[in-house]
């Protein structure tokens, strides 16, 4: 089977399997209408360190302060929850789940960096709950935590379509019994990844230092 006709059996299980989609849009519903975590008190005072070295020009200093006021701003608007959408696994997503890549590309001037960011929305004029993280500890273990949750339902719904292209048929036991395998083998290799990369860049800085 080949790329374009494993992509065009994926859009034809999706068509016959409408509430597939469900799975993408409510994990959208939830970070456009939950409780938000903010990792701004984080980032403010990761910034507040930051120092603007005294031998730049003044357009130098400019863009310096003009960039760490767009961090700052998008760690305002950055949902922690939003881990819970593994692009790299193909989850769709209207809601952008990386703001500091919108900042980027604002400052960059790169437009396809830049995504639909939804508005908050809230209930009967009232806002909507912040959960606001504050230990770096802490931050850690929810990334690990919501970038696993994200996987497994990354391969959940992964698992459901090409079941639909390969069998032809929805047998959503056999998926469920089958997901914690695929997740899993995900999960290892970002796990080969990660550590792929510490010990490349960990040489790399020490040369560089």
Same mark, same amino acid.
């Given at each position: 089977?080949?790329?374009? !006709?494993?992509?065009?059996?994926?859009?034809?299980?999706?068509?016959?399997?409408?509430?597939?989609?469900?799975?993408?849009?409510?994990?959208?519903?939830?970070?456009?209408?939950?409780? /938000?975590?903010?990792?701004?008190?984080?980032?403010? /005072?990761? #910034?507040?360190?930051?120092?603007?070295?005294?031998?730049?020009?003044?357009?130098?200093?400019?863009?310096?302060?003009?960039?760490?006021? $767009?961090?700052? %701003?998008?760690? @305002?608007?950055? &949902?922690? *929850?939003?881990?819970?959408?593994? /692009?790299?696994?193909?989850?769709?997503? $209207?809601?952008?789940?990386?703001?500091? #890549?919108?900042?980027?590309?604002?400052?960059? &001037?790169?437009?396809?960096?830049?995504? *639909? %960011?939804?508005?908050?929305?809230?209930? *009967?004029?009232?806002?909507?709950? +912040?959960?606001?993280?504050?230990?770096?500890?802490? =931050?850690?273990?929810?990334?690990?935590?919501?970038?696993?949750?994200?996987?497994?339902?990354?391969?959940?719904?992964?698992?459901?379509?090409? @079941?639909?292209?390969?069998?032809? %048929?929805? &047998?959503?036991? !056999? +998926?469920?019994?089958?997901?914690?395998?695929?997740?899993?083998? +995900?999960?290892?290799?970002?796990? =080969?990844? *990660?550590?792929? =990369?510490?010990?490349?860049?960990?040489? =790399? $800085? +020490?040369?560089?230092?």
């Amino acid at each position: 089977m080949g790329i374009i !006709h494993s992509l065009s059996s994926g859009f034809d299980a999706i068509t016959k399997r409408i509430w597939l989609i469900s799975i993408p849009i409510l994990l959208d519903i939830y970070l456009w209408m939950g409780p /938000r975590l903010s990792i701004y008190p984080l980032a403010k /005072r990761a #910034l507040s360190t930051v120092a603007l070295p005294a031998s730049a020009s003044p357009e130098e200093l400019l863009v310096l302060t003009e960039t760490k006021g $767009l961090l700052e %701003q998008a760690s @305002q608007s950055f &949902n922690a *929850f939003s881990l819970l959408i593994i /692009r790299k696994l193909g989850m769709p997503s $209207l809601i952008s789940p990386n703001p500091w #890549l919108e900042t980027l590309g604002i400052t960059l &001037n790169i437009s396809n960096l830049v995504t *639909f %960011q939804a508005p908050e929305a809230s209930f *009967f004029s009232r806002s909507l709950p +912040v959960i606001e993280v504050r230990s770096e500890s802490v =931050l850690l273990g929810l990334y690990i935590l919501l970038s696993l949750v994200g996987m497994l339902i990354g391969c959940s719904y992964l698992g459901l379509i090409a @079941q639909e292209v390969r069998d032809s %048929q929805m &047998n959503v036991a !056999h +998926v469920l019994r089958r997901v914690w395998i695929w997740w899993a083998r +995900v999960a290892l290799i970002a796990l =080969l990844i *990660f550590v792929g =990369l510490l010990m490349l860049g960990v040489p =790399l $800085l +020490v040369i560089v230092a």
